[in-house]
Nanobody, 116 residues
């Protein structure tokens, strides 16, 4: 059974840092690309960051230079280090598994709140 479980997150002041992680199980982690997607209160889903074939990383313009995605294949995890946080980064953050047809497995989401 495919499972993605996010952890981390929480409340942080603007300008601070947080890290969210996603533990994967139930599939061969190394054969899939993974991605982070977020949903701000009252808004739609927004792609944040992900890996392409060969391990190249990609970021949305809204987080480029502030967020860093990483993966640990030995631990079947991906992480998102979020620095210089802004109030507009407040959202539910989801990790998801990538297939050619789209995102076919999602975690339950973890809340990140950026507020003073």
């Amino acid at each position: 059974q495919v499972q993605l479980v996010e952890s981390g997150g929480g409340l942080m002041q603007p300008g601070g840092s947080l890290r969210v992680s996603c533990a994967a199980s139930g599939f061969t982690f190394t054969t899939y690309s993974m991605t982070w997607v977020r949903q701000a209160p009252g808004k739609g889903l927004e792609w944040v960051s992900g890996f392409a074939a060969g391990g190249r990383t990609y970021y949305s313009e809204s987080v480029k230079g502030r967020f860093t995605i990483s993966r640990d294949n030995a631990k079947n995890t991906i992480s998102l280090q979020m620095d210089r946080l802004k109030p507009e980064d407040t959202a539910l953050y989801y990790c998801a598994r990538v297939k050619e047809s789209g995102l076919d497995a999602w975690g339950q989401g973890i809340l990140v709140t950026v507020s003073s």
